[in-house]
């Protein structure tokens, strides 16, 4: 199983501040990396896949890239409305799916 | 537009068993796998698994054998989740998801909550 590990466990940064989360994997996932958003009582919100591609609707100030075994999700301007818990997760062995376990953006 | 509707909220007793359902809309049912993600309170997100909707065939995750069983109803466009002998650490959200370009996934169900408490 690839384990996905996702850094700083709780990240504090002030509003209209740049936000960068890390994800690493255990072994390689080529570009096989999506990034979701989860607010408290909702469903995660899929973010980015393919390591760098946002998803349909989201902001341009997201941002993804990295390949193999490093990725990294970058929020260039924070909103009141993106403070909330980010996964990373790997797609790579569609048998064997893992997530990270998570970054929590919380406002400084 | 693509809805995935998942069953109420369950309170059960240790040893019962529980049966979760998510019924999809605004896509067709079988072109996508199905998948199921667990959310243990104040934890993060597990894959349980998938099932293919063209044949039936489920794929489990590690630690999702035995007691956990994916289901369809391809006529009315229903997936579902089956847990027997419920288990304290069962207590958690279930999801219903599926990805339309591959294994990320972009529709998400609202979840249902299942508590196991005696």
């Known amino acids: 199983e690839i384990v996905m590990t996702q850094s700083p466990a709780t990240l504090s940064v002030s509003p209209g501040e740049r936000a960068t989360l890390s994800c690493r994997a255990s072994q390689s996932v080529s570009s096989n990396l999506a990034w979701y958003q989860q607010k408290p009582g909702q469903a995660p919100r899929l973010l980015i896949y393919?390591?760098?591609t946002r998803a349909t609707g989201i902001p341009a100030r997201f941002s993804g890239s990295g390949s193999g075994t490093e990725f990294t999700l970058t929020i260039s301007s924070l909103q009141s409305e993106d403070f909330a818990v980010y996964y990373c997760q790997q797609y790579n062995n569609w048998l064997s799916i893992t997530f990270g376990q998570g970054t929590r953006l919380e406002i400084k | 537009q693509v809805q995935l509707v998942q069953s109420g909220s369950e309170l059960k007793k240790p040893g019962a068993s529980v049966k979760v359902s998510c019924k999809a809309s605004g896509y067709t049912f079988t072109s996508y796998a199905m998948n199921w993600v667990r959310q243990a309170p104040g934890q993060g997100l597990e894959w349980m698994g998938w099932?293919?909707?063209?044949?039936?065939?489920?794929t489990y995750a590690q630690g999702f054998t035995g007691r956990f069983v994916f289901s369809l109803d391809t006529s009315v466009s229903t997936a579902y989740l089956q847990i027997s002998s419920l288990k304290a650490e069962d207590t958690a959200v279930y999801y219903c998801?599926?990805?339309?370009?591959?294994?990320?996934?972009?529709?998400w169900g609202q979840g249902t909550l299942v508590t196991v408490s005696s």
């Open positions: 998801t599926y990805g339309s370009g591959s294994y990320f996934f972009d529709y």
């Open positions: 393919g390591a760098s």
């Open positions: 099932i293919n909707t063209n044949t039936g065939n489920p």
